[in-house]
Nanobody, 123 residues
Framework: QVQLVESGGGLAQAGGSLRLSCAAS????????MGWYRQAPEKQRELVAV???????NYADSVKGRFTISRDNATNTVYLQMNGLKTEGTGGYYC?????????????????WGQGTQNTGQS
């Protein structure tokens, strides 16, 4: 029932920047975690950056100091500002969110993936 739609993917020059967006839609009661994962060809999907349940951020060591995750709670949207792009960081970027949807009368856990922004990173 909860859907995630990413945008902003593509390729940029080495050292360049990209900004990804992910908007969650549905009857969302709360979002506990929301963030970004990367999957290179023939590799496992791995965490890039995420907001934890407590509202803090967690980054992969490889992107610390270059990437910044932010959010707009009013629109259930997270962003990933990617600076200093490197070729090894190129791949599909997938949005992930976990929380509760419904209302006070009927709530259910959700864990959703976006379809991904393919071929994103350094050109």
């Amino acid at each position: 029932q909860v859907q995630l739609v990413e945008s902003g993917g593509g390729l940029a020059q080495a050292g360049g920047s990209l900004r990804l967006s992910c908007a969650a839609s549905g009857i969302i009661f709360s979002i506990n975690t929301m963030g970004w994962y990367r999957q290179a060809p023939e590799k496992q999907r791995e965490l890039v950056a995420v907001f934890t349940k407590g509202g803090s951020t967690n980054y992969a060591d490889s992107v610390k100091g270059r990437f910044t995750i932010s959010r707009d709670n009013a629109t259930n949207t997270v962003y990933l500002q990617m600076n200093g792009l490197k070729t090894e960081g190129t791949g599909g970027y997938y949005c992930r969110a976990e929380g509760l949807y419904g209302n006070d009368s009927h709530l259910i856990d959700f864990a959703a993936w976006g379809q991904g922004t393919q071929n994103t990173g350094q050109s």
